[in-house]
C-alpha cells in the first residue's frame, strides 16, 4: 500500500476567495510526511527536535489541478524516493473523492544542524524510503493487474 493520510480542509486553510491558499497546501502535504515517518516507527519528537541531522525543503512544486474548500475531506497518497546518498524528493497525490485535485513534489536534503553542510541520509531515513519504495511498487503491480483483468 502506498501511504496516505486523510485530513478535512479547514477555513483556516483557506484564502479570501474560499479555496485552499497555495501555500497550506504544502503545510497539509507536510502533515502526511510526518504521519509517515511515525507510521514507520520514527519518533518525530525526537526527529524534529534537537536533531544532529536535518532535512530541509530546497525545492517545492504544486499544481493545482482543481479548486480545493472547506469542508472538503482530502486523501494525501505519498511517495517517498532516494534520488542521491543526501536527498531525497517526495511525490503527493492529493485527491477528493478518487479525484486528483492536486499534484506536489518537495526534495529534502540531509544536512548536519551544527555545521550546515550536506550530510549521507541515516540508516532510519533510508529504511523509510526502501520501505515506501516497496510498497509503492507494489501498489503500482496491482494497479497493473487490475487493469488486465
Given at each position: 500500500?502506498?501511504?496516505?493520510?486523510?485530513?478535512?480542509?479547514?477555513?483556516a486553510d483557506t484564502d479570501a476567495a474560499g479555496v485552499v491558499y497555495f501555500a497550506n497546501i504544502l503545510s497539509?502535504?507536510?502533515?502526511?510526511?510526518?504521519?509517515?515517518?511515525?507510521?514507520?516507527?520514527?519518533?518525530?519528537?525526537?526527529f524534529f527536535t534537537h536533531p544532529s541531522?536535518?532535512?530541509?525543503?530546497?525545492?517545492?512544486n504544486v499544481d493545482?489541478?482543481?479548486p480545493i474548500y472547506c469542508g472538503d475531506k482530502l486523501m494525501i497518497s505519498l511517495?517517498?524516493?532516494?534520488i542521491s546518498i543526501d536527498k531525497f524528493n517526495i511525490t503527493y497525490e492529493i485527491t477528493i473523492t478518487d479525484v486528483i485535485v492536486a499534484k506536489a513534489?518537495?526534495?529534502?536534503?540531509?544536512?548536519?544542524?551544527n555545521s550546515r553542510t550536506k550530510q549521507e541520509l541515516p540508516e532510519e531515513i533510508i529504511s523509510w524510503l526502501e520501505t515506501n519504495r516497496r510498497d509503492a511498487e507494489g501498489a503500482e503491480r496491482g494497479k497493473s493487474r487490475e487493469e488486465i483483468m
Open positions: 500500500m502506498i501511504f496516505t493520510y486523510q485530513r478535512t480542509v479547514r477555513f497539509i502535504c507536510h502533515e502526511a510526511y510526518e504521519e509517515s515517518l511515525w507510521h514507520s516507527g520514527i519518533n518525530i519528537k525526537t541531522v536535518a532535512f530541509p525543503v530546497v525545492h517545492a493545482f489541478l482543481r511517495i517517498p524516493q532516494k513534489i518537495t526534495r529534502h536534503v540531509c544536512i548536519d544542524v
